[in-house]
């Protein structure tokens, strides 16, 4: 049986995070990217980490995969699918990639392979993972590139990634990822660098291939809109930390912590005309030298003295909503519900 297809034991999370915290150490400074993040997936789930350049998105995502280059320094749990990521070796990680997980990465020139055909790329990943005959795989490029709404699919197979547009090359790329029908799949920004009309594009195939496929996702993004439209729940990250969670209608509806309420309104919506946009004063805290209490309070309108003594620990006034400030009142003991962990929904 391929990695793909091994079942998930039952009862537990796609992904599971607890104290995940991750450090870039090298001979002059140490960077604290990721601090303490606890986040579950469940199998069929959208989850969209949010926050500006800096916050950690990435760094997560990518520690999920093991990508990380060798001066970080991992630690804490991280389960995919069942299996402890950081216990794979290196033959394991190799049908891990693409089997269990995948990820589609921001930019496709740079992910996609410029010396190969799109189908060959495809193609690879297929005969790799699910051990297919050259015919087999090259069918089922030809039946991925039609799935991701590619036009004229059968000649684009031969095509090389600097032959299509934007927007295509983001489609092969999705193709590429879904090529061995992962369980989770991974999206680094992946719309970032195109136009709105095929942004909005590409977000809808997205949200219909994962409901088809029942896949879980975790979606980074820095633009609320694309999280408006694509998740079912929303983590917000603040300098490596998640500083709110919960359903993505409830924290774009009424955010708990002054941070995404500052998101929320300096973003631009219908109805703003001759309105000022306000803005989140000050900027992100140095992950070199992260302040002693709430990493947001530098900033933070709200700010009282207890807030750059420690960092608040978690709380949750209703079920399946949590945020990281003092201000939030809890209906349950504020330690005991951590970020991401079940009990919240």
Do not use: W
């Amino acid at each position: 049986m391929s990695a793909a297809l091994q079942p998930i034991p039952t009862g537990k999370p796609l992904v599971r995070l607890r104290d995940l915290s991750v450090r870039f150490v090298s001979r002059d400074t140490t960077v604290h990217a990721v601090n303490g993040v606890d986040l579950d997936l469940a199998t069929g789930e959208v989850l969209c980490i949010l926050g500006e350049s800096g916050s950690g998105k990435s760094v997560t995502l990518r520690a999920l995969m093991r990508l990380l280059p060798r001066t970080a320094r991992v630690e804490g749990e991280i389960e995919v699918a069942g299996r402890d990521v950081q216990a794979l070796g290196e033959r394991e990680l190799q049908g891990f990639r693409g089997g269990d997980v995948a990820m589609i990465f921001q930019e496709p020139m740079t992910a996609l392979d410029p010396v190969f055909t799109i189908g060959q790329q495809i193609g690879e990943t297929v005969r790799r993972h699910e051990k297919a005959s050259r015919r087999e795989a090259d069918a089922r490029a030809l039946e991925l590139l039609e799935l991701v709404q590619i036009p004229s699919a059968k000649r684009r197979l031969a095509a090389y990634p600097h032959e299509l547009s934007g927007g295509l090359r983001q489609r092969a790329m999705i193709a590429v990822a879904l090529a061995c029908r992962p369980k989770l799949l991974l999206a680094d920004e992946p719309t970032t660098a195109l136009d709105a009309t095929v942004q909005i594009q590409v977000l809808l195939l997205l949200r219909k291939l994962q409901e088809q496929m029942g896949m879980g996702v975790v979606f980074v993004t820095h633009d609320l809109g694309v999280a408006g439209e694509i998740a079912d729940r929303v983590a917000v990250m603040y300098a490596g930390k998640v500083v709110e969670e919960g359903p993505v209608g409830a924290l774009m509806g009424g955010p708990l912590h002054p941070y995404p309420r500052g998101l929320l309104g300096a973003t631009v919506h219908a109805g703003m005309r001759g309105k000022r946009l306000t803005t989140i004063p000050g900027a992100p805290p140095s992950l070199e030298r992260l302040p002693t209490g709430c990493p947001f309070a530098p900033r933070c309108p709200e700010v009282e003295p207890a807030c750059t003594t420690a960092v608040p620990a978690p709380r949750s006034p209703t079920p399946g909503r949590a945020a990281r400030c003092i201000h939030v009142a809890s209906a349950t003991r504020p330690a005991a519900v951590p970020l991401g962990h079940p009990a919240l929904g």
